[in-house]
């Protein structure tokens, strides 16, 4: 009895010590590392930015039976605020910019010039993201002020209140950073300078590059 219970007892030893070599030499593979999508870029969001480019600018102005017409392109600079709400791949938007500008018209014939000073427009945006790039078309109401000096010295300011269209595209660096480039028609209306004497008429192409910071 004492010898069939010590070989039943040799035998499990040996099982148990073949299973244990058997496990140890089982190859240890980890699980595979899943990496993460990367992050869609949304539009929604309040920005702030600044801007700069050229407004082309062209005139009509008639005084006393007498009209001409001139053109002339300046530099343009300034600022611009909105906010975009992102529904899929639709983005809508508003916005408000304000700009100085250097333009300046005249004409050889006329001694006077006239100077757009400041140009600005409130308008609503609507385009496509493609994630980080977006396209878009905008339009709104555009204004800006307007001086005329003549020749004694004399001079008149005006507003002149009127619409804008454009198009554009803007690019997401980062989730933060953006840059744009835009393209802007601006009618700026007729306006009476020097108690109806003069009427000025201005349109100005806008050609403009830009960053916005978006919170």
Known sequence: MNLRLFALASASVLALGVVGAQAADLTYEPAPVVEAAPAVFNWTGFYLGVHAGAALVDGDYSFDGFGFSDDNTGFIGGVQAGYNWQFDNIVIGAQTDFAYTSAKLSDDAIPAENKLEWLG???ARIGYAFDNFLVYG????AYGQSKIDDIDFANDSQ???GW????GAEYAFTQNLTGLLE????DLGSQDYFDDFVSADLTTNVIKAGLNYKF
Do not use: M
């Open 121 to 123: 427009s409130t308008t």
């Open 138 to 141: 905008k339009g709104g109401v």
């Open 159 to 161: 507003w002149h209140v």
């Open 164 to 167: 804008t269209a454009g198009v």
């Open 183 to 186: 393209y802007n028609y601006v």
